[in-house]
């Protein structure tokens, strides 16, 4: 992937020829925005852009001066034992998040412009903590864009109705398959067939009543053991009117899940030994589909999807947001896969990840915490991504941790992360 910093002036005052669809570059040489570009990524001047050149386009990536999203964790807290989860890893008991703890959120979001988006997730049920809608209602009164992610069992008719009146912008939905055992779990499928009726009732009219709030996603984590339902998890999302679906790999917290990961080639294939597939426009359906996978098999996705901008290599994705996570605890970490001590595998090993924060939101400010020097240092370290490969390669003892790697980094070191591979992948 091709970056550079720009290399000409931003001039953040609109002139009066600017359009809000187009940049202008002026006699002196300076890229003139769109005022609301420039409002929506809060660039400022002295802020520094990156840039990447396609074949026939430039691509600006937002700057992460600022947190533009925030990750909120509000129990560790689940209704569900699935047996792929990390939380079987940890030593330490589920809790709550304390309100005083959320208010630091909260102030966080009154003193930035513009405010970041917060998404309430984590290791745990978000609708389980006895506060969340009242989070929820608070975040919102403040401007900010909401998201939830829920495993769905809680969400009757009267939940669905409270996330709706709240102005939730978007729900996901963990749909792992739709049988009676899902991830390990036998779950009571009188209450999922419920839950289903339930979003049907609400989400299954929203194209022709065009109100779309709250927007409906699906997040699915693909195995060998539910592959074959996402065929019908598919439909399913049709009938609800999903927009958004993310499909992710697992990342198995045990060495039993190795079995059922779907990527052992794609650790090790590199993107550069593929050639450019661009499909048209066509009908996937019958025996076509089977032809055309078969054609593409062992390519690059990123490549016969026409994308000019190779981003799933050696990218944080969550540095790219500009996010943080905030835990159940007031910690501060830099990305879910920090907030939690864990053990996981890849390539056959062990790989025993160090939980990670940059501060706790019982002591300081979440922005005091952000612009410390030792943060914004390891934002450009993460930036810069010169980490050991040991997600392809994991042939010596630095891949069993993320203390330090073979190329000198030190703690924390992401060359094992399979985020930022592309491997996994979360909203």
Known sequence: MLEALVNVPL????????SENFAVVDPSGRLILPQNLVKKFGLTPGDQVYMEAGEDT????????????????????????????QRHTWDHEPADMLPEVFQRVLETLETC??????????????????????FIRACKKRHSPVELITNGLLLNRERLDDLKRL???????????LGDDC??????????????????????????SGEMTPGLGFVFVAMKDNIHEF?????????????????????????????????????WEMAGRSFQVKLPRMDLWGDSVGIILKGLAHQDMGEFMGREYQEPMNT??????????????????????????HACFFQGVERKNREHSFGNL???????????????????????????????CASCEWAEANEEDCTGNTFPTCGGCLWAQGLVQCP
């Open 167 to 177: 102005r939730l912008d978007r729900l996901w939905l963990s749909v792992d398959g």
């Open 11 to 18: 001039d953040l005052d609109r002139g009066e020829d600017v």
């Open 316 to 341: 944080c994705p969550f540095l790219k947001k500009a996010s943080l996570s905030v835990g159940q605890d007031g910690r501060v970490s830099p990305c879910p896969p920090l907030l939690h001590s």
């Open 362 to 392: 019982k002591d300081r400010k979440l922005l005091d915490i952000w612009n410390d020097e030792p943060y914004a240092a390891f934002r450009k370290r993460v930036k810069a991504f010169d980490f050991s490969p040991c997600v392809s």
């Open 231 to 267: 065929p019908e998890v598919m439909k399913l999302a049709r009938s609800l009117n999903v927009d958004k679906i993310i499909v992710s790999n697992l990342l198995p917290y045990t060495r039993q899940g190795l079995d059922q990961i779907l990527y052992t080639r794609s650790t």
């Open 183 to 208: 991830d390990g779990h036998v779950r009571d499928q009188g209450a999922f067939n419920r839950m289903k009726g339930h979003l049907k009732s609400m989400f299954g009219m929203t194209y022709y």
């Open 113 to 134: 412009d513009p405010v970041p988006s917060v998404v309430f997730g984590g290791f745990g049920e978000p609708l389980l903590h006895p506060d969340i809608l009242s």
């Open 58 to 85: 430039l691509r600006l990536h937002r700057p992460v001066t600022r947190p533009a999203r925030i990750y909120v964790e509000p129990t560790t807290r689940c209704n569900m034992n699935c047996a792929m989860c």
